[in-house]
């Protein structure tokens, strides 16, 4: 019989969970804190009449204009590409599988200062084959809109491929041998039984790759610094947001540089608010809670 049988004391541990929760919380607001004490200076340091001014500024709205709409076309290309490839890599076997998917994940781990300077050596250096041919053919990278996109995608779709591979490896086997079993050949079954049930890591692959294309800046630099208007891009000489802020702090500019900071993050707050309020609100295609991007 134990202790507490005998009438005795009871010794087993007792966990307390007024502690855990204080040591949660402890942790989550020092990281908080963190992530909010860099916003809070930018707010601080532009009064609102500059954060106002810097809105309406046409240089600004020009590069957040040419920055939302390069990042748009990188979260499309990864819906066209990174998609069937994370169902690939989640789904088949093949010789050298590990050596892919390390290459897919590198591209987050190398400073992307490389990136940009390796799109340079294949796609834009002079003289070089493929640079005739992608001049050639109205697609120049460099300086260009096409520059700005190619490289938000390979410093950003990895997110995309990844999710998709984990979110396509947890559907169960047998849902999919199920589907197949009642006559769906394959692309059918990807639609109508893996998509839909993976959607919601890949959803958050594709925020998670937007969010990544939207704050690119080291690959930018070297291939395109200034964007001139070419392809589907026919607006004013203009830049990167990312690349305006970064020009203004090198002027010494640090009211601009702020002011134009913060009007980009409220703009960011402000898409990524409107979907936690859409996952509340049902319209998306998730259950609150499920999207963690």
């Keep these: 019989m134990n202790g507490g049988a ?25 990281l908080l804190l963190l992530l909010l004490l860099p916003i809070y200076a930018l707010f601080t340091y532009a009064s609102p009449a ?13 590069a957040i204009g040419l920055t939302l709409f390069a990042s748009g076309l990188a979260v499309v290309a990864a819906v066209l590409f990174a998609i069937p490839f994370g169902y690939l890599l989640a ?21 992307h200062l490389l990136v940009g300077l390796g799109l340079f050596f ?32 390979v410093v950003s ?9 984990l979110s396509f490896a947890a559907v169960d086997a047998r849902v999919l041998e199920a589907a197949r079993s009642l006559g769906a050949g394959p692309a059918n079954a990807f639609l109508t ?19 990544r294309a939207v704050s690119e800046i080291g690959g930018i630099l070297i291939l395109a610094y200034t964007v001139y208007p070419g392809g589907p891009y026919t607006g004013a000489v203009t830049s ?11 002027a010494g500019d640090l009211a601009g ?3 134009t900071s913060s009007v980009f993050l409220l703009l960011a707050f402000t898409i990524f608010l409107v979907v936690r309020l859409g996952e509340r609100s049902g319209w998306v295609p998730w259950r609150r809670g499920e999207l963690v991007p």
């Design 91 to 111: 789904r088949r076997r093949f010789a050298g599988k590990a050596v892919v998917e390390s290459a897919v994940a590198l591209p987050i781990a190398v400073p």
């Design 122 to 153: 294949v796609l834009a250096i002079p003289g070089s084959p493929l640079t005739r041919f992608t001049t050639a053919i109205g697609f120049p990278v460099y300086d260009t809109i096409w520059g700005v996109v190619l490289v938000m995608i």
């Design 50 to 62: 500059a954060i106002v001014a810097a809105a309406t500024n046409p240089a600004v709205t020009t």
């Design 193 to 211: 039984v893996s998509l839909p049930l993976a959607l919601r890591g890949i959803v958050a692959g594709l925020l998670l790759t937007w969010a």
């Design 157 to 165: 779709a990895p997110y995309t491929v990844l999710a998709a591979q």
């Design 6 to 30: 005998r009438g005795g004391p009871d010794r087993r541990p007792r966990r307390s969970g007024a502690h855990w929760l204080a040591l949660q919380l402890v942790l989550s607001g020092s």
């Design 257 to 259: 540089a702020a002011a």
């Design 240 to 250: 990167t947001i990312s690349v305006l802020v970064y020009n203004l702090f090198q």
